[in-house]
């Protein structure tokens, strides 16, 4: 018995039976000889924390473009809350902690610069539209370690796939909606549990609201502080979820409608606050001009990205679109004062 398999029998003898085993995969798109250390979902986390598109995540914006304090969270620092979210909750259930952090690490590898504005502006851009879950998923299957893809496990891609909820509920058992493993259940709760905490907490902080601009109710069900919010959920969630009754991950309703008046709340004042909202209008401005400037000089977007743009028009948006969305904030910032704003011409001495 080597290690991998020493693990994956240890996953039988710990986790509960409707958690997602190793051992029982559905496998990769592209057959590989099994790992002797690592079970599967082991390796694809590994997969995905060393792939650039994960590297970039620390300088791609959450709620402020590009803030100058250093305890605002990016889109890096709330994969790893979803991340520890979704793990305890894990390890509580006893579901497979491995497939869980897979899912939670790669879930927004696909978001755009400038949070939703950039993925507000490619979609109305793309012919088809444009959606973060798509493109996270196009990252892990096509574009990573240069268009050979990370190859990974079905269970984990169709996390990925599905762990956004629009503005529906959470955990809407709605025919093809929820993930296919308890695990990527978990990831999709914990993503709006971790983004409505946090997102106030860094509202609060840069002085966009006041704690006593939340409705009381909201403080009264969830919390007052951030550490107080994650904990009565998770416990929530503890509670309600009966695994051997139902293989569901269930929240209790007066938990999850809070959540959602929260996530409501956020929207219309945080994300729409004019002193958020304004500064993302000149960060969707920079990326419709490289978009049309890479569209009408193919020549130009090789030299810059390395890449062709393809033969057809429909080839040459796809590229296009897949490299801005790849891009962090201040790549792109960068690229637009290159390439739009004009430079001093040099004074020649002598």
């Excluded at 709340?265 to 002193?275: A, D, H, I, K, M």
Aim: contains cysteine.
């Amino acid at each position: 018995m080597n290690v991998r398999e020493m693990l994956e029998a240890q996953e039988h003898a710990v986790l509960h039976p409707q958690a997602g085993f190793s051992d029982s995969t559905q496998g990769r798109s592209r057959p590989e000889k099994p790992c002797a250390i690592r079970p599967v979902y082991h390796h694809d986390r590994d997969r995905i924390i060393h792939c650039k598109s994960f590297r970039r995540l620390m300088h791609k914006t959450q709620v402020f473009l590009s803030p100058q304090g250093d305890h605002y969270r990016t889109r890096m620092t709330h994969t790893l809350e979803v991340s520890q979210i979704a793990r305890t909750l894990s390890s509580a259930l006893r579901l497979n902690e491995h497939l869980t952090e897979a899912i939670a690490l790669g879930h927004d590898l696909g978001h755009t610069p400038f949070g939703h504005a950039g993925e507000a502006v490619l979609n109305r851009l793309m012919p088809g539209g444009f959606r973060h879950v798509e493109q996270s998923v196009r990252v892990v299957e096509r574009l990573s370690r240069e268009g050979r893809g990370l190859n990974l496990t079905r269970e984990v891609i169709d996390g990925i796939a599905r762990h956004s909820k629009g503005k529906g509920r959470i955990l809407d058992g709605a025919e093809g909606n929820l993930p296919m493993t308890l695990e990527g259940q978990l990831v999709r709760l914990a993503d709006i549990v971790a983004y409505v905490n946090h997102d106030l907490d860094d509202a609060i902080r840069g002085r966009v609201i006041r704690l006593q601009d939340v409705p009381q109710r909201l403080l009264t069900v969830l919390g007052r502080t951030h550490s107080q919010r994650i904990n009565r959920v998770v416990k929530d969630v503890i509670a309600h979820t009966d695994l051997d009754a139902l293989p569901r991950v269930m929240v209790g309703e007066e938990i999850e409608d809070a959540l959602k008046e929260m996530r409501d709340f956020l929207w219309g004042q945080v994300y729409e606050n004019p002193v958020v909202h304004d500064e993302f209008l000149k960060g969707q401005k920079m990326l419709e001009e490289l978009y049309h400037l890479f569209m009408g000089k193919p020549d130009l977007f090789q030299r810059v990205s390395g890449q062709r743009a393809g033969e057809s028009p429909a080839e040459a948006q796809r590229a296009v679109c897949d490299f801005l969305a790849g891009m962090t904030d201040r790549y792109a910032t960068r690229l637009f004062e290159v390439l739009f704003i004009p430079k001093p011409w040099p004074v020649r001495l002598g």
